[in-house]
């Protein structure tokens, strides 16, 4: 991985626009939002403090984050509409899908008029996922119709509160606040591209955020923290997980958490989020998971010169938190979210429709054929 091709397919490599959001392995390895690096700001910051700082420029105050806080705690409430919408997805539907349809819906009942009106949106759109997918997520499996209010003033928090219909531990609402700062913003991702692509066009927010959600749906994508969690799920000891990765490399089969579209050596979220893991294992008393997962991190970079990216090691804290694994991508969505809206902010104070050329393969000149002479 240390000699990454930046050339051909994927406009890998390629500078597709501007940003003062974000930089992305610009020494091999580092992430900084606003020019914070992530290690400080995962370390010290709470979520919405993050989410402050990349939609509004700068970090808040005690008294700004205060009125932010509560400003996105007034925010939860879902309107009946939306409720019967939710209520109508299918319990074995994906809650990607379900994420989807829910910020679609939004947009219907609670529709962008005006780019004036962006941050009430995207306000919005923060305070009411998690109980978008709670909401959807409860009634289908338990048939219960929850209220989405709630006591914790963190985003995380309120998360694991509608989950599990109890308050979170200090320890499970801080994995969060970390796990939603690790996740809010990544520079030129795929699920971001998409989300700025759809606002050069001067669409309205909820259809960029749409747009993204999907974008983010897949396995190459956000959908690999999913993916990460039936890999190692198959193991029962290290051992087992070295001889099935083996197997999985020599079928050439791709490793879903490894390797990354620019980092190099390695990803710097990896450090931090295994770092939880490791004490979420300890509190569960796990002897399995974690375990079998610093396994498949040295088989990885022994065999293939292939790093955990941020996915690997959310599996298994996200597990040990109690947490549902087709729930896990949902909540990169209640993070990045910030990341995206932000993006689409940025690429309306300075917008040129994002309209690429193509390489064109297809045949020189093709003859006419009327229907009745074609094969
Ligand atoms: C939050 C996020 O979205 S992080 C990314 C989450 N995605 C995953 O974890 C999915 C698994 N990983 C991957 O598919 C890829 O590493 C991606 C999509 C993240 C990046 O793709 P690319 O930039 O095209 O990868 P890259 O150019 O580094 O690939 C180099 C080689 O390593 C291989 N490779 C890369 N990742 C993996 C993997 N996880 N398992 C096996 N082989 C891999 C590629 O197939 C390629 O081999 P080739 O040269 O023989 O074709
Ligand atoms: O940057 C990427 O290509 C993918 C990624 O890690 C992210 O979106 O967090």
Same mark, same amino acid.
């Given at each position: ?7 051909g397919a994927g406009l ?11 930089? @992305? ?8 939002? $606003? ?7 995962? =370390?010290?910051?709470?979520?919405? %403090? ?13 008294? &700004? ?14 309107? #009946? ?14 809650? !990607?899908d ?6 679609? !819906? ?7 008029? #005006? ?5 009430? +949106?995207? #306000? ?49 609402? $801080? ?15 795929a699920?971001?591209f998409s989300?700025?692509v759809c606002?050069s066009t001067?669409s309205?927010?909820?259809s960029?955020?749409?747009g993204?959600?999907g974008t983010?749906r897949g396995p190459l ?22 001889? =099935? ?7 050439? %089969? +791709?490793? !879903? ?25 300890? &509190? ?9 997962? @610093?396994?498949?991190?040295? @088989?990885?970079? $022994? &065999? ?44 309306? &104070?300075?917008?040129?429709i994002i309209r690429p050329s193509a390489e064109y393969t297809g045949p020189d000149h093709a003859e006419w054929l009327p229907i009745e002479q074609r094969a």
């Open positions: 991985m240390a000699e990454k091709k930046q050339g890998r490599g390629q500078v597709a626009g501007a940003t003062a959001l974000c930089t @992305v392995g610009q020494s091999g390895t580092g992430l900084t939002y $606003r020019g914070y690096d992530i290690t400080d700001l995962a =370390g010290n910051a709470q979520f919405e %403090e993050v989410a402050y700082l990349l939609l509004r420029g700068k970090l808040p105050n005690q008294q &700004e984050l205060d009125a932010y806080k509560a400003r996105l705690q007034g925010l939860r409430a879902l309107p #009946d509409a939306l409720k019967a919408v939710l209520e109508q997805i299918p319990g074995d539907a994906h809650p !990607m379900v994420m989807r349809t829910g910020c679609s !819906m939004l947009g219907n009942l609670e529709t962008e008029e #005006d780019f004036s009106e962006q941050d009430d +949106k995207i #306000d919005r759109m923060l305070a009411v996922f998690p109980s978008i997918i709670t909401y959807w997520y409860r009634f289908v499996h338990e048939g219960v119709r929850i209220e989405t209010d709630g006591d914790c003033d963190s985003i995380g928090g309120h998360f694991l509160e509608l989950l599990h219909g109890k308050k979170p531990s200090e320890l499970h609402e $801080r994995v969060m606040n970390v796990s939603l700062i690790l996740y809010a913003e990544h520079e030129f991702n699920s971001t989300a700025r606002a001067l309205d927010i909820h960029c955020v749409t993204a959600i983010l994508h956000g959908g690999a923290n999913e993916a990460a969690m039936a890999l190692i799920q198959q193991f029962k000891t290290p051992d087992e997980a070295e001889q =099935g990765l083996l197997g999985m490399l020599g079928r050439k %089969e +791709k490793i !879903m958490g490894f390797g990354h579209a620019v980092y190099r050596e390695s990803d710097p979220r990896n450090a931090i989020i295994k770092k939880w893991s490791e004490k979420l294992a300890q &509190e569960v008393g796990d002897q399995v998971l974690y375990p079998v997962s @610093v396994r498949c991190e040295e @088989v990885m970079w $022994r &065999e293939k010169k292939l790093f955990c990216n941020a996915d690997f090691f959310h599996a298994s804290a996200y597990h040990f938190m109690g947490i549902p694994t087709e729930l896990f991508t949902p909540i990169f969505v209640m993070s990045r979210v910030s990341g995206w809206t932000a993006h689409v902010k940025e690429q309306r &104070e300075n917008n040129r």
